[in-house]
């Protein structure tokens, strides 16, 4: 099998083999176990290979922890020298609570690197490369599928470095007739076990997660990854225009243990935003477009923020996520669609607001793909057609 590349050292065009692939193919696999830990930097594999053999392996395990080529350098235990590097994103250049990578790259005497996608971040942006080439090492830059594996892994992590803003990933359940609850308000359950068992690894792999005061005056929630392992918790937000959120929720009682941001407007009342923050509740207040919190303020605070929010689901409910349609703030939508009819004039729909006069005025959704989970279809869609 020949896949084309680019070579960075070379700039020209090469053919990559079919074993360049399948190393590639393991280091992604690495990065895939860091998915959710490693924030706010990316998640990384590196494997070592000479005379087609793997001689050293790792992945990036957490933000402090060594980087991925570092990991698999020591695993090599000093025989990379000549070896050639599989790495799933360019390797930074520069030192934060790490060293370089390029130069435990060149330490190490490895002769040549392939690198599945490039770090738009602007402390890499192609200086890794740069840095490499002019130690005489080579370089290769994958393209294809592998390259959009890599892309994808990160998509969070390259949106934020481009444009400092978090990547919002809209999720919703629904029926086949596009309800997310019937005439009464009950949704327990529309989606089956194994799409809620996702949404929750989902959880454990962003930075945070957001609903609105209706969502929590309906079901108290709590938002929290509650699958067995080593996940993450994501911070917890509550678009509250009035901060009306309840002191008796679980969302109040759990803050100590799981952070909860609360925004509000200038509307909300002095004596209720100070009852929440009492209750250890950060409460932070945003412009108001037609009395609801502005959405656009709040994903620069939550991405001003140390660590910053890099990612952000949003969860719900319709009135919340016609705020972030209308805003133009959602860079993905996760829908599952599960098998059932509920109908009702008054049942509730993913999205609501005023919505699009015209058909044609509609946010259109690029590289749509789904699959089924358990008995539901998941469908997947990007607001952009292009990647990150």
């Given at each position: ?50 005379d ?15 980087h ?62 740069e ?21 994808s ?5 390259r ?6 803003l ?38 454990g ?82 412009g ?18 140390e ?72 469908v ?9």
């Amino acid at each position: 099998m020949l896949c084309p590349g680019i070579s960075a050292a070379r700039g020209i065009f090469y053919l990559a083999t079919g074993l360049d692939i399948s190393f590639m193919q393991r280091a992604l696999n690495l990065a895939e176990l860091a998915k959710g830990k490693t924030s706010p930097n990316p998640a990384v594999g590196a494997v070592i290979v000479r005379d087609d053999k793997v001689i050293g392996e790792g992945y990036h395990e957490k933000a402090g922890a060594d980087h991925a080529e570092v990991a698999a350098i020591k695993a090599a235990g000093g025989i990379a020298e000549g070896a050639t590097i599989y790495v799933t994103l360019e390797p930074c250049c520069h030192t934060g609570r790490t060293g370089p990578c390029t130069g435990a790259i060149i330490e190490a005497g490895i002769s040549k690197v392939f690198v599945a996608a490039l770090d738009p971040s602007a402390k890499v942006n192609g200086q890794g490369l740069e840095e490499l080439t002019a130690a005489g090492v080579e370089v290769e830059v994958l393209d294809g599928l592998v390259a959009a594996r890599a892309r994808s892994q990160n998509e969070a992590f390259r949106k934020f470095a481009v444009t400092g803003l978090p990547f919002v990933i809209f999720k919703s359940a629904m029926s086949l007739d596009g309800k997310i609850a019937t005439s009464t308000g009950d949704s327990k359950w529309i989606s089956g076990e194994e799409s809620r068992a996702l949404v929750h690894m989902i959880r454990g792999e962003v930075d945070a997660i957001c609903v609105g005061s209706g969502t929590v005056a309906v079901d108290d929630p709590m938002l929290t990854c509650r699958l067995p392992g080593d996940y993450r918790q994501p911070l917890r937000v509550v678009f509250d225009s009035r901060a009306g959120l309840p002191l008796e929720s679980r969302l109040v009682k759990t803050a100590a243990e799981f952070p909860v941001l609360v925004f509000v407007t200038g509307d909300a009342a002095p004596e209720k935003t100070a009852a929440l923050k009492a209750a250890g509740i950060e409460v932070v207040e945003t412009g108001s477009l037609d009395g609801q919190v502005n959405v656009s303020e709040a994903l620069r605070h939550l991405a001003s923020m140390e660590p910053p929010v890099q990612s952000l689901l949003l969860e719900g409910g319709p009135t919340l996520a016609a705020s972030f349609v209308e805003a133009g703030t959602i860079d993905k939508v996760m829908v599952f669609i599960a098998p059932k009819l509920i109908g009702g004039r008054m049942a509730r729909t993913p999205v609501e607001g005023e919505g699009y006069r015209m058909v044609g005025d509609a946010i259109g959704l690029h590289r749509v793909v789904h699959e089924y989970v358990g008995d539901d279809i998941l469908v997947t869609a990007y607001t952009s057609e292009e990647e990150w």
